[in-house]
């Protein structure tokens, strides 16, 4: 829109600034009629700049123009180029604004040119060039006259697009508010949504404690649960052959169920009493997972490549989950007998960590025992390993194909996340 439309004050305001400054640039004016038609243009200019911000900086391009033909020295009336630029900024169209800085520019160039080779005095200070003889100074008095320029005509253009940007902002905090008051009202929940919007906050906060909590539940349960009927099975038949191996397999049953009963207990005294987080395994656990898995019955070929990276603690945590229930899937689904390939291979942005394992023929039994995770059904299993994964910054995929079930972790190392701090 060429024209905007304005407030009846701000139409006096905008004519009462013009005929100030208009009467101010008479009395100091020397005279003249091309001066009193330069004065009436800067005044016009002035009165029209916020309701045609577009077509004022036009018209203060002619009027300056016509005073640089006319070799009219500039006088008061030409600061309202100022406001002008400062409107075009705040208020006119893209291509108006950037009109302006380029008016800005070409603006300081031409008026640079004007004071020092055709009108030499402005204000009354000598602008010439031409008494000077050493080219040094010459270009030194050219350069800080354009610069004088640049920073007169610049620095409205600059704090007009700065009011513009906080315009926007408040209008678009004001839109929002507006949104979601009118979303408010429409379903009659406006009140409630003002009264209860940090308790949201404080029941997400809470929402996502007990989730973590849940799967860690998960995860201790479900493992403790498939060593102690793997042991227990294992003793019922071995008993048969050798009745002093079932001292073995008790004495591992009841370790598991005791460490079982005291993380349990951690986790329902942090359900409780939302006390801070207990010390979690980390990767120097992993050890003792496995010689428990073994004792299970598992063959677990474990694997390492590369040089071994920093993972933050949670991360570590991550990892050991994800191991546990991948080998706790292996030991419920996966053929007996058939070895697991468990390979870390450390590289320098992320551990990539695989399990590998044949899956129990079809003529096998599947444990479909609530906990079971039964992976046909989409158990919580797979899903908890994904969203650990997630959470610390990596993926995970899963792949049955051709007899195995390969799980594959990514999980991101320390080095690389300085990297990315760094770089941001």
């Known amino acids: 829109?060429?024209?905007?439309?304005?407030?009846?004050?701000?139409?006096?305001?905008?004519?009462?600034?013009?005929?100030?400054?208009?009467?101010?640039?008479?009395?100091?004016?020397?005279?003249?009629?091309?001066?009193?038609?330069?004065?009436?243009?800067?005044?016009?200019?002035?009165?029209?700049?916020?309701?045609?911000?577009?077509?004022?900086?036009?018209?203060?391009?002619?009027?300056?123009?016509?005073?640089?033909?006319?070799?009219?020295?500039?006088?008061?009336?030409?600061?309202?180029?100022?406001?002008?630029?400062?409107?075009?900024?705040?208020?006119?169209?893209?291509?108006?604004?950037w009109a302006g800085l380029v008016s800005t520019v070409v603006g300081a160039a031409v008026g640079?040119?004007?004071?020092?080779?055709?009108?030499?005095?402005?204000?009354?200070?000598?602008?010439?060039?031409?008494?000077?003889?050493?080219?040094?100074?010459?270009?030194?008095?050219?350069?800080?006259?354009?610069?004088?320029?640049?920073?007169?005509?610049?620095?409205?253009?600059?704090?007009?697009?700065?009011?513009?940007?906080?315009?926007?902002?408040?209008l678009s905090r004001e839109a929002q508010l507006i949104a979601e008051r009118e979303t408010a009202r429409a379903e009659g929940e406006v009140a409630r949504?003002?009264?209860?919007?940090?308790?949201?906050?404080?029941?997400?906060?809470?929402?996502?404690?007990?989730?973590?909590?849940?799967?860690?539940?998960?995860?201790?349960?479900?493992?403790?649960?498939a060593v102690v009927i793997a042991q227990a099975d294992g003793a019922r038949y071995a008993a048969r052959v050798d009745a002093g191996s079932v001292d073995d397999a008790l004495v591992t049953i009841a370790t598991t169920a005791r460490e079982a009963l005291g993380d349990v207990r951690v986790l329902l005294g942090q359900l409780r009493h939302s006390q801070g987080e207990a010390p979690q395994p980390a990767l120097g656990d992993l050890d003792r997972l496995l010689e428990q898995m073994r004792a299970s019955g598992l063959v677990i070929e474990h694997r390492v490549q590369g040089e071994a990276q920093v993972l933050g603690t949670n991360r570590q945590l991550a990892v050991f989950r994800i191991v546990q229930e991948s080998l706790t899937n292996v030991l419920r689904h996966g053929a007996a007998g058939a070895p697991?390939?468990?390979?870390?291979?450390?590289?320098?942005?992320?551990?990539?960590?695989?399990?590998?394992?044949?899956?129990?023929?079809?003529?096998?039994?599947?444990?479909?025992?609530?906990?079971?995770d039964d992976r046909r059904g989409g158990g919580h299993g797979l899903d908890g390993m994904r969203e650990r994964a997630t959470l610390a910054g990596g993926s995970l995929t899963t792949q049955d194909a051709d007899g195995r079930f390969v799980v594959h972790a990514v999980v991101p190392t320390l080095a690389l996340t300085q990297e990315v701090g760094i770089r941001r």
């Open 340 to 372: 697991v390939d468990l390979l870390f291979d450390w590289r320098y942005e992320a551990l990539h960590l695989v399990v590998t394992n044949v899956v129990r023929p079809a003529t096998q039994p599947v444990d479909t025992r609530p906990g079971g």
């Open 1 to 97: 829109m060429i024209f905007r439309r304005l407030a009846p004050y701000q139409v006096v305001v905008d004519v009462s600034a013009a005929v100030v400054l208009g009467v101010v640039a008479l009395g100091l004016s020397a005279g003249g009629t091309a001066a009193g038609l330069v004065i009436a243009g800067m005044t016009a200019t002035l009165a029209v700049r916020r309701l045609a911000p577009g077509p004022s900086l036009v018209l203060a391009w002619v009027v300056a123009i016509s005073e640089m033909l006319s070799q009219t020295s500039p006088g008061v009336s030409n600061l309202a180029i100022c406001a002008v630029l400062y409107t075009v900024a705040a208020y006119g169209t893209e291509a108006t604004k």
């Open 112 to 170: 640079t040119f004007y004071v020092t080779s055709v009108q030499t005095t402005l204000f009354g200070i000598d602008y010439t060039v031409y008494g000077l003889q050493d080219v040094v100074r010459i270009l030194l008095q050219l350069g800080i006259t354009f610069l004088g320029f640049l920073a007169l005509l610049g620095l409205p253009w600059a704090g007009g697009l700065l009011a513009r940007a906080r315009s926007s902002e408040r």
């Open 193 to 225: 949504i003002e009264r209860e919007a940090a308790r949201a906050e404080r029941d997400v906060a809470v929402e996502q404690e007990r989730n973590r909590i849940a799967r860690d539940m998960h995860d201790v349960v479900a493992h403790s649960l």
